[in-house]
């Protein structure tokens, strides 16, 4: 199995509390087999998991601004009163990227 192929497949079965250096086994048919990854394929979904938890963590920023923001029909309150671009200038500053 190519590195790219496994790497996502893996990732499915590596759940959020697992670290580097966990036990993965192989998806097949979208379900994990008796075969454990070899070394290279644990080295690929560690190398596929570090690039995704850092993504991940880049945008945290967004994640932390979404509840801040209000729902649509508030912002477009905010907008028809004309306080919707200081709002949303005081969240960014608040949560900055």
């Not at 190519?2 to 079965?13: E, F, Q, S, V, W």
């Not at 570090?50 to 963590?57: C, H």
Request: glycine residues 6%.
């Amino acid at each position: 199995m190519r590195p790219d192929k496994l790497g996502i497949a893996a990732l499915i079965t590596k759940k959020p509390c697992c670290e580097m250096g966990d036990k993965i086994h192989v998806v097949e048919n979208g379900f994990p087999s008796k075969t454990p990854l070899t070394a290279s394929q644990a080295k690929a979904v560690d190398d596929r998991f570090i690039i995704e938890k850092a993504d991940y963590d880049a945008k945290q920023y967004q994640r932390d601004r979404r509840p801040e923001y209000g729902s649509w029909e508030d912002q477009l309150d905010m907008m028809y009163h004309g306080t919707w671009e200081a709002h949303v200038q005081a969240v960014k500053e608040k949560y900055p990227k």
